[in-house]
């Protein structure tokens, strides 16, 4: 597991501290104007928010209720804009916190790829059972929520495109195709690229029934206009020349020349048949 804080931005970037079920602490931090990441020490996954002059974008919602919870109220120390939620794939680590910011935040908007909405509209059960035994492996300490949780179906499919107006700045949500998992979303605002779990930081990009080939023509259609921060799915901000190597990477196991990162490995990351 990687470390539990993230790198501190400029002095007045931390935008909401507070202490979590275990007990670390953890912050928003501004990455780029109007663009804040909340980076949680559990399974090191990401959340971002991007803010116009009229909505508020959540990218992606956490593991379980009780850290859905303090999201939303980490929210609510950055704005009190309506706030719209995409989740950029189906695994509970990105979308189990949907039904308790919905009922703390009263959000009506949840954008998702139609294969996410399916599994969780159809499949809840099983993907909750799956999360299950995954975290009594790689996060015991939320295992027994995740399996309790309510699970919230998103309402706003994007087949491969929707560009969703803030107020002052739009964001683009684009579906490039089976990558990570058949529907990966990514969301580009102004420079700013949320890859969702497309990018990897601090360990290998979860390749557990992904599609190789898909992943880098995704990564290929990305890369001519990444030009600033590109937040992943889990891990620290990083930039173009970072995923130029994670591409380079995944073509070469899609190849069969390397089945094994270079870069360091993530307990969790190593669990075959990983869903995160
Ligand atoms: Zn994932």
Known sequence: MSSATPAPGPVGDTLRCFVSRLGSVISFVSVSDGVHVLRHPVLDVNSTLVLGEEHALLVDTLSCSSQAIALADAVRAVTHLPVI????????????????????????DFFAHPTVIDELAYRAADVRAD?????????????????????????????????????????????????????????????????GDLVEEGAPPDTAGADLDGWVNALDTLLPDMSGPVVPGHGAVVDANFVRRQRDELFAMARGKSAVSLRGVRTFSVVGGSQL
């Open 85 to 108: 939620v995409v989740n950029t794939h189906v695994h509970f680590d990105h979308t189990f916190g949907n039904a308790a910011l919905s009922c703390r935040l009263g959000l009506t």
């Open 131 to 195: 999360a299950y035994r995954l975290c009594l492996r790689v996060a015991p300490d939320i295992a027994d929520e995740v399996r309790d949780t309510e699970t919230l179906v998103p309402n706003r499919p994007v087949e491969t495109q929707v560009d969703i107006p803030l107020g002052g700045r739009v964001a683009r949500v684009r579906h490039l195709g089976p990558a990570h998992t058949p529907g990966d979303l990514v969301v580009v605002a102004d420079d700013v690229v949320l890859a």
